[in-house]
């Protein structure tokens, strides 16, 4: 019998409010002679951590771990939009502003989640929420990135995470909850 893999990755929710300013975002980026391929703006999110392909029978597991994950909910701020690395661009991404409690989250997920067998990041966290990706990056994505650096994405409160599963299409990815925390 075969085992079903599914790709998973636990996120926190943006509103509404965010997603539409980061599409606005997008509308100016989409200006650029870069090749992008953007986000869905329904499906932008923080990741917290992605965990890759992961046998079915470990879902129960993993989403008991996720349930001892407890926090205060918290404010965030969508802020700048940047490319993660500017000599070379992979990704466009909104800044999460939180004071470090994104981080706290992350690092609590990151214990529970480990004795399951998912290793612990050694690249380190920043919270953000992906709004592009770079297949190719030429001047001009640099120069409508400046025409967004005084724009901000709204804020709204963090109140739990999410369990997802994510089905890659030609058209883009295809996200379903698996399991949800509320705190």
Not at 94 to 109: K, L, N, P, T, W
Request: charged residues 20%; hydrophobic residues 45%.
């Amino acid at each position: 019998m075969s085992t079903l893999m599914v790709r998973a990755f636990v996120a926190c929710e943006l509103s509404q409010e965010i997603q539409k300013r980061l599409a606005a975002a997008q509308a100016v980026l989409k200006k650029s002679t870069a090749r992008l391929t953007f986000v869905d703006p329904a499906l932008i999110h923080i990741t917290v951590k992605f965990l890759g392909e992961v046998d079915e029978k470990k879902i129960p597991q993993m989403a008991a771990a996720l349930k001892s994950v407890r926090v205060e909910p918290y404010p965030v701020q969508a802020g700048r939009i940047i490319v993660n690395n500017p000599s070379r661009p992979h990704t466009v991404w909104c800044v999460i502003e939180d004071a470090g409690r994104s981080q706290g989250v992350f690092s609590v997920v990151e214990t529970v989640l480990a004795p399951l067998g998912f290793p612990r990041e050694i690249r380190g966290f920043k919270p953000h929420a992906t709004i592009a990706r770079v297949k190719e990056a030429d001047p001009s994505l640099f120069t409508y990135l400046d025409e967004l650096k005084n724009t901000t994405g709204g804020s709204c409160m963090i109140t739990g995470l999410k369990l997802k599963k994510s089905t890659l299409t030609p058209s883009g990815p295809v996200y379903e909850d698996l399991f949800e925390v509320l705190w």
